[in-house]
C-alpha cells in the first residue's frame, strides 16, 4: 500500500507541475493561443479549469501525503534507532574524577641520550 500511494503521489505531482507550467501569470496560460471568438472553452473557463485543477492536485498530494503516514513500512526488529542505541551503550564517566588537561600537565621527562658504549654492537 505504501508504494502504491508513492506512486499516486509522484503522478500527482508530475501533473501538477505541468499544470503549473501551462498556466501563464498574466492570465493568457493555456488559452492564449487560440483566438478564434468560437472556442469551446473561453479564456476565463480555461482558466477557471487550470485554477481549480492547480488547488484540487495541491490538496490530493497534502492528503495522500498525509494518509501515507499511516502505512510506513515499520521494522519489527529494531525497537530502537540508531542514535538511541549509541547513547544506550556508551561509556558513561564520571567528570568528578577525572580532571580536565588544558595543556598545563608537565610532559615527561626524556630519556637520556645513548652513550657510544652502548650504541655499539655486542659481540
Known sequence: MYVFISILILIASILLILIVLVQNSKGGGLASGFSSSN????????????????????????????????????????????????????VTIDPNTIAPDFGTAQQPATAPEATPEEEAPKK
Request: hydrophobic letters at 45%.
Open 39 to 90: 472556442q469551446i472553452m473561453g479564456v476565463r473557463k480555461t482558466t477557471d479549469f487550470l485554477e481549480k485543477a492547480t488547488w484540487g492536485l495541491a490538496g490530493f498530494v497534502i492528503v495522500l501525503s498525509i494518509v501515507i503516514t499511516a502505512f510506513i513500512p515499520r521494522d519489527q526488529h529494531a525497537s530502537q534507532s540508531e542514535i538511541n542505541q549509541q547513547v544506550n551503550e556508551a
